[in-house]
């Protein structure tokens, strides 16, 4: 429950700068990547194919858009990966390394992407721009 109101009040546009509408974009536009990226990190940590069924081994903390989230207001605010943890029911550390991985993906973020880092180029999913007549 803790988990589920955390997301629902920092998706608002107030924490994070963008609509609800363009966050889930950009997740689902970034979410197939970044889950291709996870499984080939994971295969080349095991040497080979996954040995379990589908689905089974230990969850994910945060979710991808849970990530999202957490580095935009963040990076917004300024709000400390302290009171992120404790909005979001994790660990400090979690939020700390979760935050500094995707935080050098965004664009503004002040970093280049580093090489090898699995950032790839910044998805265009942003509304074009209506003409002013």
């Known amino acids: 429950m803790l988990r589920r109101w955390a997301r629902r009040v920092f998706s608002h546009p107030v924490f994070t700068g963008i609509s609800r509408h363009l966050l889930r974009l950009v997740v689902g536009e970034v979410g197939p990547a970044w889950v291709a990226g996870r499984e080939g990190r994971l295969h080349e940590r095991r040497g080979g194919r996954c040995r379990r069924a589908a689905g089974t081994g230990r969850p994910l903390e945060l979710r991808?858009?849970?990530?999202?989230?957490i580095t935009l207001v963040?990076?917004?605010t300024g709000l400390s990966h302290d009171a992120l943890a404790v909005a979001f029911s994790v660990d400090r550390s979690t939020v700390t390394r979760r935050?500094?991985?995707s935080g050098r993906c965004w664009p503004g973020a002040g970093?280049?992407?580093?090489?090898?880092?699995g950032c790839g180029p910044w998805p265009t999913c942003s509304p074009t721009p209506r003409p002013r007549v």
Do not use: I, K, Q
């Open 99 to 101: 935050s500094g991985r």
């Open 111 to 117: 970093l280049p992407p580093r090489p090898g880092c």
């Open 64 to 69: 991808l858009g849970d990530r999202v989230v």
């Open 74 to 76: 963040h990076r917004r």
